[in-house]
């Protein structure tokens, strides 16, 4: 029935029971899957209404200025002549929730799946001409994100209508420009310079191209930072990625979807779930081992607490769990290769820290030394190194600890570890001495193999 829906956006749950059935002017309608939840505010669900595959959008009384800023954001892409789906039904239900029902676009493949694929240059082509298109209409999407354009019957369609703003005039040099800055914002860091050299970049002719791109680098820098800043306090808190609870002296952040069974015998017990496990490090600061968690493996690292002024020194400060868990979300964020993040546990009293877990995913793999002692380095994992020197520079990232164990080389390339006390140094002058510090380390791993000391010393110098 449509009031558990609102039971459980009025109760701020993050669950909702599925499936829901309801009728609709005289028509069966049926969700059975959640595609958002947002409690307290509205719910995008999928199902059928009738014969129809449907996507709906329901609103608690207090959201309903979304459902008049869904309508009035269709009406302006219908007036364009901008594919989107059909809007079949906007009104009250019965329970008091507005919704608005779409024609479920089917098939469908995501831009942000698109720009992952073998047709990245399709879709990235397709999406500035389609930002360019909105542009000459008079419209901006306010939450551009890549999960509001799908492709469907081979054109890109815009979702989310309420978060568009339409003006009769085209919009000017600096409204395109800002448009264009937050669409690329959305790339990992990694990726921003080829796009802003991109051919498919579609500048505002207003503009020359030279100020144009000055301003979309400002932009999109400006952008990324706050997009970054937001992001990083969310994982810290519930969210549609997160699940967070806080009990019993206990804070725990674990990514949803992790077996909740696993979880809860590793926040009753956390050391029994270790000593049962592969030892890979037991050392006097951190104990790391390598367990399984509902078959998959990971990696489990407790940062101790070595003597009673430790403790004291300690007490008042972030643990080192909760920066790398950060960290890793930000590198992750910047399209650097590191373990993912899966749980954050930590003792918390108030302001009073304890000891600290973290659980990644096992990357495998083997550290570089050793990698490099046996073969040569490939191209591509010279490339991951020169991408994380590159990317923590223009980010002004410091690790603090360059050792070539803390690089892993995997299947999946170069994936950089020990995040414990990696953060952002706004002073450039201290960025220079932070910088070289990490760098000098890094170069130090190979004073026993002169050749690959003076190629990596070449790669960072853009010499390769």
């Known amino acids: 029935m449509i009031e558990q829906i609102r039971k459980v956006l009025e109760a701020n749950e993050w669950e909702l029971p599925l499936p829901i059935t309801a009728e609709l002017e005289h028509q069966p309608l049926v969700f059975d899957t959640c595609l958002r939840l947002l409690p307290g505010k509205r719910v995008t669900l999928a199902g059928r209404w009738g014969k129809k595959p449907v996507v709906a959008k329901l609103f608690l009384p207090q959201a309903r200025k979304e459902q008049t800023a869904e309508i009035t954001g269709y009406a302006a892409l219908q007036k364009a002549d901008i594919p989107t789906p059909e809007l079949l039904w906007s009104g009250e239900m019965d329970t008091g929730l507005s919704a608005v029902i779409y024609q479920k676009l089917d098939p469908v493949e995501p831009l942000s799946a698109g720009l992952q694929g073998e047709k990245r240059a399709a879709f990235l082509a397709a999406a500035f001409e389609l930002l360019a298109s909105m542009h000459r209409n008079g419209i901006c ?9 799908l492709l469907a019957n081979g054109k890109l369609h815009v979702i989310d209508n309420a978060s568009l703003q339409a003006q009769e005039k085209p919009l000017n040099g600096e409204q395109c420009v800002g448009n264009l800055a937050a669409f690329i914002a959305q790339f990992p860091w990694l990726e921003r310079q080829a796009l802003l050299e991109s051919p498919y970049l579609a500048l505002p002719l207003s503009l020359k191209p030279e100020r144009a791109r000055e301003q979309l ?23 549609t990625e997160v699940a967070v609870e806080q009990r ?35 050392g006097n600061s951190a104990t790391v081992v390598r367990a399984q968690l509902a078959g998959q493996s990971v990696v489990i690292k407790r940062y101790n607490i070595k003597s009673t002024g430790h403790r004291l020194r300690r007490l008042f400060r972030e643990t080192r769990a909760s920066n790398a868990w950060r960290a890793a979300h930000l590198l992750q964020m910047a399209g650097l290769k590191t373990p993912a993040p899966l749980l954050l546990m930590e003792q918390r009293r108030g302001p009073v820290r304890g000891v600290s877990y973290l659980v990644t995913a096992d990357a495998g793999g083997e550290e570089m030394l050793d990698a490099y002692q046996r073969r040569e380095p490939t191209q591509r994992e010279l490339d991951d190194v020169r991408d994380i020197f590159r990317v923590m ?37 201290q960025f220079r001495q932070c910088k070289d510090k990490d760098r000098t380390r890094f170069l130090r791993n190979w004073y026993a193999h002169p050749a690959m000391e003076s190629r990596f010393r070449a790669l960072l110098a853009g010499e390769q």
Not at 252 to 277: C, T, Y
Not at 403 to 423: M, Q, S, Y
Request: with cysteine; hydrophobic share 45%.
């Open 141 to 149: 999407q306010t939450d551009i994100h890549f999960d509001n354009f």
């Open 217 to 239: 680098d400002e932009a999109s820098q400006s952008i990324w930072w706050k997009r970054a800043e937001k992001y990083l306090a969310k994982v810290f808190r519930n969210c």
């Open 393 to 429: 520079e223009e980010l002004q990232l410091c690790h603090g600890d360059f050792k070539a164990r803390n690089f892993l080389v995997t299947e999946r390339g170069v994936e950089l570890i020990d995040l414990d006390v990696l953060h952002a140094v706004r002073s450039k002058s």
């Open 248 to 282: 019993g002296g206990w804070f725990v952040a674990a990514k949803r979807g992790l077996d909740e069974s696993w979880v809860a015998q590793f926040r009753a017990a956390p050391d029994s779930v270790m000593a049962k496990a592969e030892m890979l490090k037991d």
